[in-house]
């Protein structure tokens, strides 16, 4: 069975950083992409961050230059570095992975930021 979780998660000022981290435990094959959703209360799921099997990464507007991803391939394990936070990156972040069968979602680590 696979499962995907995460931690890192947790209250922070504006302004500071936080470390989300993501493993992938379970028989899991041809993982295409992971990456980084967010929900925010009564908004809808968007994508912040995904990064390919081969590196190539993808941001959110409103997160570039202020977000990185990485991955541990060997580890099956997705990185979000959050610096320079904002009360707007307060939000559920989903981890998701995207195989050439189907995907699978974290159960989300709660981020806010506030002073």
């Known amino acids: 069975q696979v499962q995907l979780v995460e931690s890192g998660g947790g209250l922070v000022q504006p302004g500071g950083s936080l470390r989300l981290s993501c493993a992938v435990s379970g028989s899991i094959f041809s993982i295409y992409s992971m990456g980084w959703y967010r929900q925010a209360p009564g908004k809808q799921r968007e994508l912040v961050a995904a990064?390919?099997?081969?590196?190539?990464?993808n941001y959110a507007d409103s997160v570039k230059g202020r977000f990185t991803i990485s991955r541990d391939n060997a580890k099956n394990t997705v990185y979000l570095q959050m610096n320079s936070l904002k009360p707007e990156d307060t939000a559920v972040y989903y981890c998701?992975?995207?195989?050439?069968?189907?995907?699978?979602w974290g159960q989300g680590t709660q981020v806010t930021v506030s002073s």
């Open positions: 990064i390919t099997s081969g590196g190539s990464t």
């Open positions: 998701k992975v995207l195989t050439t069968t189907r995907n699978y």
